[in-house]
């Protein structure tokens, strides 16, 4: 079975600042990863994803994330982040055994001050 | 367009209670899932549906029953509700296409 891995539970970061958001997974097989972003009180929205192709994904609202084959890695980032990007974030991976089944990680709540 | 419906928003049970968690959605996906969100355990999946007339288990099936009524509906069922059953639910859908999930606004259940 998969497993994925959120290392860190909270994040504060104040504003206009780096960050970074840490995933691992395990897996024997070929994967699809994943970054969903979750408002409070909302379902989750997809942020981006890498099923093939170059390593450095980009998504929605100025973030990316590098897919590490070596170490098993989907590490998120952004260059500088806003107080409206405070929110829930959630690691997932899928394999090619069976696409229909999403593994997610535990969540990392970003917390970016003023 | 819609996209994903849940019903109720809210709901709160006594313990040994039965009630159904209503999903629909607009989008004509094959693959419909059911989730439980618990503080720092992240999402679980519950059942999925692959197509219409197919379901299986997922991650923690048990005290849960669920029913895909058509291609739109997908239906989970908690017989006999137990306070570990307090969580947010959510429905979702997979454009097989680009393998983007798509999340309905969740359920969130207490069980008392």
């Known amino acids: 079975a998969q497993s994925v891995t959120q290392l860190d539970s909270q994040v504060p970061v104040f504003e206009e600042a780096p960050v970074e958001l840490r995933c691992n997974y395990s897996?024997?097989?070929?994967?699809?990863l994943f970054w969903y972003v979750q408002y409070p009180n909302q379902g989750l929205q997809l942020l981006l994803k890498?099923?093939?192709?170059?390593?450095l994904v980009k998504g929605i609202n100025g973030f990316e994330a590098e897919f590490n084959k070596s170490q098993t890695s989907f590490h998120l980032r952004k260059p500088s982040v806003h107080i409206s990007d405070t929110a829930e974030y959630f690691c997932?991976?899928?394999?090619?055994?069976?696409?229909?089944?999403?593994?997610f990680g535990s969540g990392t709540k970003l917390n970016v001050k003023p | 367009n819609a996209g994903v419906t849940q019903t109720p928003k809210f709901q709160v049970l006594k313990t040994g209670q039965s009630m159904t968690l209503q999903c629909a959605q607009d989008?004509?996906?094959?693959?419909m899932y059911w989730y439980r969100q618990d503080p720092g355990m992240g999402l679980r999946l519950i059942y999925y549906?692959?197509?219409?007339?197919?379901?299986d288990k997922g991650e923690v099936p048990n005290g849960y029953n669920v029913s895909r009524l058509n291609k739109r509906e997908f239906s989970l069922r908690l017989e006999s509700a137990a306070p570990s059953q307090t969580s947010v639910y959510f429905c979702?859908?997979?454009?097989?296409?680009?393998?983007?999930?798509?999340f309905g606004s969740g359920t969130q259940l207490s069980v008392l």
């Open positions: 989008m004509n996906h094959n693959s």
């Open positions: 897996s024997s097989v070929s994967v699809y």
């Open positions: 997932a991976v899928s394999d090619f055994r069976n696409f229909n089944k999403f593994y």
């Open positions: 549906s692959a197509s219409e007339g197919t379901t």
């Open positions: 890498y099923l093939s192709g170059s390593t």
């Open positions: 979702a859908t997979r454009d097989a296409t680009n393998e983007k999930l798509f």
